[in-house]
């Protein structure tokens, strides 16, 4: 079938077209430079058309999703819609059902996300739920920072041998990249501790966060992997925390990059929870101009924001004992979810409130990591789903970026506390975003951190995942009109994914399955066969499953999308 | 004001749900705009004629001018008054699950029993249950901590389980016996039981107040002796006679008060 969205305002910031009125043609699920006289016109007369959405880290599918809908019904009960002719019933906030989770991202003219934390231990139950979601594709990314294995060969700086177990476990959980949480800090969580700061070992291990860091790093780079490794840093959440996260950075400037598409080594997650100046809650302020001073100055960093979005959300990570600091903090329910040998989680409710004096900081600094990064091509559009906020707000949070007049009203109108404009330097930055730099910290800039070569961007060929928006750029004022286009994000024209029409007006107008994206490293397989000799005597001794459970299967992918790599270049 | 008369011609096996049925919604409602709709079911919706006669007299400007009359045996009609902010219900009969649940305002009789759940996490208004409940009266959602915060909910008869859990504003009277862990999680609000209690009200609570005029049966250790007080006067309530008072639960550095009639409750002396 062919199709041409005719007389679009397209941006596509990869193909350096920025507002350009041109046509869009695809033909049988990837984008075409030109179709048939047969082709069917979709008329989107001066509406915004972008490749469809990429969201680089959200927490959708796994068991902390589980968890937090078995203990959370109250968070189940707010959105529930009944069942239509095209959807099921949805229901949840800020963990929404898997149905609700593939709907609401197609609304917004989505089409892939990165599952960001799956214990290998659990992948299987990962991809479970991934089948459940509809209409995007997923990439997950195995936890690797505080397992067994890898601390092992990074103690030992064994490179070679934590190269194979990457790339044999990105085949055995189908996984596509490297995945950090708080390195060293959960398997300290087994104890009861913690670790602080990258030069704290991890208790009878006798090995350190940066450590583990580098030699991932390094493992990452010789196997030339689409994605760099993906750092949730230690120390989150706790003022004074700058630092460690600049040394987590820095620590792996020296390595060089393997990989032609994307420019970065090291891409930090939901930095704005990492980026806290001062000793306590009292005397916190933003290091948010320390850090994005490093990141312009540093080309071998990107990053997500993890943008508070002042709204009641549930807190769920791989840092167990960040978890547990949470809980005492508010003193809400408190779930933990140990995985052996690997990692371990928790969760906690949160209610972010602009009547917060710290929570109204958080918000201004995940802004001024936004304002503050001059090139957009290293920052990310998230909100560590659900961690500061739900996916659902990212429309209000385009409406911010886009509006300083709406971000100034919301400082004078105490609709956040002042320590917003006190303690950070958000009330003096007058940046606005333009369409064509949403669109990148939205799509472009995402597929490229991912090392994508099929999405992101609509180059001839790439498949045909497109959104448009209704509104016109030339007409509207974002900078006056933050509910206009709040709502237009909310609500996509058009979601169009392998070249079909999911969303249509708002609304959700087919249904089709998620595809799994996983790498598929060849000409590893002498290292990654030894490698599996020496791993198995340990995994048969201390894992309580057997190895012919633990592998996931092919049936657990039924729409995969393997991407190849051929290690060492 | 308008009066709406529903009286029940047929009783469904299957719960009906009247949350769309309140006087904020309904104010303006016609007899042949009842007669149009469709009431859920389960998982579908069949014409609320199917099972009521409708009647309906006068007119209203607003909710607060609006009366509903349910005739007949509500015992499988769920969500009566849910969310309703003004206005008057009477049901004369039985009323099922989640009766005034989420109430903010106005008045709810049931000339009856009300099922569990009766006045779930109520912010204001009334309500009066003539007959008995049953578990959770007043209390929160499942999985929430945050549960009835003001309002009042008087029951005639007897109460079940759970009676005001995690009250956090508010009055709840009970006029007759009630079972297990009254105000369990409470931190604030009043609770008079002039019945018997089974055992152990006030767990895990940390301020508020709970009175009881009869015979408790266990007591929980958390809650510690305190002093005997008489004629005491508890948020702004005077009441005369000599009670133990209990403070707790000490297990979550609670402060609130648990009030036991002393001539009742020699054995605890």
């Not at chain 2, 016996?177 to 008079?192: E, P, R, S, V, Y």
Request: hydrophobic share 35%; charged share 25%.
């Amino acid at each position: 079938m062919e199709y041409i969205l005719k007389n679009g305002i397209v941006y596509d910031p990869a193909n350096d077209i920025a507002g350009e009125k041109m046509d869009v043609m695809f033909k049988d699920g990837k984008i075409v430079s030109n179709v048939s006289s047969d082709a069917k016109v979709l008329d989107v007369t001066d509406k915004i058309v972008m490749p469809a959405g990429v969201d680089p880290h959200a927490h959708i599918a796994g068991p902390k999703l589980v968890v937090g809908r078995i203990y959370r019904p109250e968070d189940s009960r707010k959105g529930v819609t009944p069942k239509t002719d095209v959807c099921r019933s949805e229901s949840g906030f800020s963990i929404p059902s898997c149905p609700a989770t593939g709907y609401r991202y197609s609304r917004m003219g989505y089409g892939t996300v990165v599952e960001a934390a799956v214990p290998p231990l659990e992948a299987k139950h990962t991809h479970e739920e991934i089948m459940a979601i509809p209409n995007i594709d997923v990439p997950p990314l195995p936890l690797f920072g505080n397992n067994w294995f890898v601390m092992q060969y990074a103690k030992e700086d064994r490179i070679d041998e934590l190269a194979a177990f990457i790339s044999s476990w990105l085949k055995i959980v189908k996984g596509y990249g490297v995945k950090l949480v708080n390195p060293c800090g959960s398997e300290a969580w087994g104890w009861g501790m913690n670790v602080h700061g990258i030069d704290d070992p991890a208790p009878y291990w006798d090995v350190t966060s940066k450590e583990v860091i580098r030699a991932l790093s390094k493992a990452n780079e010789m196997l030339g992997l689409p994605h760099s490794i993906h750092v949730h840093a230690n120390d989150i959440g706790h003022p004074g925390n700058t630092p460690t996260t600049i040394g987590t950075i820095d620590c792996v400037k020296d390595i060089t990059k393997n990989s032609g598409v994307r420019n970065q080594t090291i891409h930090m997650t939901h930095l704005q929870f990492h980026i806290y100046n001062g000793t306590s809650w009292r005397d916190v302020e933003s290091g948010a101009g320390d850090v994005t001073d490093y990141i312009n100055k540093n080309k071998h960093v990107t990053f997500d924001v993890g943008q508070i979005t002042l709204d009641e959300t549930t807190t769920m990570t791989a840092d167990g004992p960040h978890e547990y600091s949470l809980h005492a903090l508010n003193g809400l329910k408190w779930a933990n979810k140990d995985i052996e040998l690997e990692t371990s989680s928790g969760l906690v409710p949160f209610i972010y409130s602009g009547k917060s004096p710290v929570h109204s900081l958080m918000w201004a600094i995940g802004l001024e990591l936004f304002l503050g990064t001059e090139d957009p091509w290293q920052v990310c559009l998230t909100t560590d789903h659900p961690n500061a906020g739900p996916f659902i707000r990212y429309p209000r949070i385009i409406s911010w970026l886009m509006s300083n007049e709406r971000r100034q009203e919301m400082m004078d109108n105490k609709e956040v506390h002042p320590w917003a404009h006190r303690k950070s330097a958000l009330a003096t930055m007058d940046r606005e975003y333009d369409f064509n730099e949403i669109a990148t910290i939205t799509r472009a800039g995402p597929a490229k951190i991912y090392g994508f070569k099929d999405r992101g961007a609509l180059t001839p060929g790439f498949n045909a995942d497109i959104a448009v928006y209704d509104l016109n750029p030339n007409d509207i004022d974002p900078s006056r009109e933050p509910t206009a286009i709040e709502a237009a994000f909310g609500a996509a024209m058009y979601t169009i994914k392998d070249g079909q029409i999911l969303v249509k007006d708002g609304e959700i107008v087919k249904v089709v399955p998620s595809h799994t994206i996983w790498t598929n490293v060849k000409g590893f397989e002498e290292q990654e066969n030894a490698i599996m000799e020496k791993v198995m005597p340990d995994f048969n001794r201390f894992y309580t499953v057997k190895f012919e459970n633990y592998k996931v299967h092919d049936h657990f992918t039924p729409y995969p999308i393997v991407v190849d790599v051929q290690a060492s270049k | 004001m308008k009066t709406i008369t529903l009286t029940l011609k047929k009783k469904s096996p299957i719960s009906l749900e009247f949350d769309e049925l309140i006087p904020d919604k309904i104010y303006n409602w016609e007899k042949a705009d009842f007669e149009n709709y469709d009431v859920p079911v389960g998982n579908t919706r069949f014409p609320l004629t199917d099972y009521f006669d409708i009647e309906v007299e006068g007119a209203a400007e607003g909710p607060e001018e609006v009366k509903m009359i349910l005739d007949g045996d509500m015992g499988r009609v769920k969500y009566i008054g849910c969310e309703m902010s003004a206005g008057e219900i009477v049901v004369n009969g039985d009323a099922d699950l989640h009766c005034g649940a989420q109430m903010k305002g106005g008045k709810i009789t049931v000339n009856g029993d009300a099922e569990s759940y009766a006045g779930r996490e109520m912010e204001g208004g009334e309500l009066e249950i003539m007959g008995s409940t049953r578990e959770f009266c007043g209390c929160s959602y499942i999985g929430e901590w945050r549960g009835m915060s003001d309002g009042k909910i008087t029951i005639h008869g007897n109460a079940g389980k759970q009676l005001g859990e995690c009250l956090s504003g508010g009055e709840i009277y009970v006029k007759g016996n009630c079972d297990i862990l009254a105000g369990i999680h409470m931190t604030k609000g009043f609770i008079q039981i002039d019945g018997d209690v089974t055992r152990w009200p006030g767990g895990q609570m940390k301020n508020g107040n709970i009175l009881i005029n009869g015979k408790l049966g266990v007591l929980l250790e958390g809650l510690v002796f305190d002093q005997i007080v008489k004629d005491p006067e508890i948020e702004g309530k005077n009441f005369s006679g000599k009670y133990i008072k209990y403070t707790g639960d000490i297990a979550l550095n609670g402060k609130g008060g648990l009030y036991l009639n002393a001539e009742k409750n020699r054995d605890l002396l």
